[in-house]
């Protein structure tokens, strides 16, 4: 069994009948985090240039071999109950729109500013994409690929302008959304700080009605998309693999439960 197959093996055993491969919908969302504290970034028309100059079905093709879904905010479609897509917002400030992104991206002083972003030197697809991207609208940043142990402590002490940051294996969207969009929350590296942030996500954790705090989540992306807090990128699937002969697996996203798994071989 494979815990989860690479998405650049895919399509080499997605059509081996000796192989199952479960595709479902992960917890996971990815997005560029903006440092907020440091210019152009503490100008919101900057990081809605970003955001706004993202083809997400093009990035999605390229950087991740198709096997994503775009996101519209930090609630994963596993999290059917709270979760959010592009069809079902009124409006949607962060929509792809490359002349708006252009425009915005010259009245900020975002095409003469020297601004980098954060890589894994292990992987960075998603760098690369979005630096194609970036170009598109006259940006040019540059790629600072890194040993893991230097990026991360990079990324948590803030000394960024991008990075390509989100959360993966979560039960419930406050998993990652108060660790990241409360203002003094350990992932907020980027320092957007709101007090309506603050009191949504304080409202959800007093209650337990569903709805109500699915409500409060989605205020919360709401406001997030319309500051450019992230630039929302995508949800990774989950894909697990395991021999056709391997029976009983039941898949829980980013889960892997093997109590009633049997071998019939």
Same mark, same amino acid.
């Given at each position: 069994?494979?815990?989860?197959?690479?998405?650049?093996?895919?399509?080499?055993?997605?059509?081996?009948?000796?192989?199952?491969?479960?595709?479902?919908?992960?917890?996971?969302?990815?997005?560029?985090?903006?440092? %907020?504290?440091?210019?152009?970034?503490?100008?919101?028309?900057?990081?809605?240039?970003?955001?706004?100059?993202?083809?997400?079905?093009?990035?999605?093709?390229?950087?991740?071999?198709?096997?994503?879904?775009?996101?519209?905010?930090?609630?994963?479609?596993?999290?059917?109950?709270?979760?959010?897509?592009?069809?079902?917002?009124?409006?949607?400030?962060?929509?792809?729109?490359?002349?708006?992104?252009?425009?915005?991206?010259?009245?900020?002083?975002?095409?003469?500013?020297?601004? %980098?972003?954060?890589?894994?030197? +292990?992987?960075?697809?998603?760098?690369?994409?979005?630096?194609?991207?970036?170009?598109?609208?006259?940006?040019?940043?540059?790629?600072?690929?890194?040993?893991?142990?230097?990026?991360?402590?990079?990324?948590?002490?803030?000394?960024?302008?991008?990075?390509?940051?989100?959360?993966?294996?979560?039960?419930?969207?406050?998993?990652?959304?108060?660790?990241?969009?409360?203002?003094?929350?350990?992932?907020?590296?980027?320092?957007?700080?709101?007090?309506?942030?603050?009191?949504?996500?304080?409202?959800?954790? +007093?209650? %337990?009605?569903?709805?109500?705090?699915?409500?409060?989540?989605?205020?919360?992306?709401?406001?997030?998309?319309?500051?450019?807090?992230?630039?929302?990128?995508?949800?990774?699937?989950?894909?697990?693999?395991?021999?056709?002969?391997?029976?009983?697996?039941?898949?829980?996203?980013?889960?892997?439960?093997?109590?009633?798994?049997?071998?019939?071989?």
């Amino acid at each position: 069994m494979l815990n989860e197959v690479p998405a650049s093996g895919y399509d080499q055993i997605k059509d081996n009948s000796d192989i199952v491969i479960e595709k479902v919908h992960g917890t996971n969302w990815l997005a560029i985090q903006f440092n %907020t504290t440091r210019a152009p970034f503490d100008n919101q028309d900057a990081r809605m240039a970003v955001a706004k100059a993202i083809d997400k079905d093009k990035f999605i093709e390229k950087a991740r071999f198709g096997l994503a879904e775009p996101s519209v905010g930090a609630i994963a479609p596993a999290f059917g109950w709270a979760a959010q897509t592009a069809d079902s917002l009124a409006e949607n400030p962060q929509a792809y729109d490359p002349d708006a992104a252009k425009q915005l991206a010259e009245s900020s002083g975002l095409t003469t500013a020297k601004v %980098t972003i954060l890589a894994s030197a +292990s992987d960075d697809r998603d760098q690369r994409e979005i630096r194609n991207q970036l170009l598109d609208i006259g940006v040019d940043i540059e790629i600072e690929d890194l040993e893991d142990a230097v990026y991360n402590d990079r990324w948590q002490s803030g000394d960024y302008f991008m990075d390509v940051e989100g959360s993966v294996v979560d039960a419930d969207p406050d998993d990652n959304d108060y660790n990241f969009f409360y203002p003094d929350g350990p992932w907020n590296t980027g320092k957007w700080n709101r007090d309506e942030a603050k009191q949504l996500l304080d409202h959800e954790r +007093s209650i %337990t009605d569903q709805a109500a705090r699915a409500k409060d989540f989605q205020a919360l992306q709401d406001l997030a998309r319309k500051e450019a807090a992230f630039a929302f990128l995508y949800h990774s699937y989950d894909l697990a693999g395991y021999r056709s002969y391997v029976k009983g697996y039941r898949q829980i996203p980013e889960m892997r439960y093997l109590e009633g798994v049997w071998l019939d071989k």
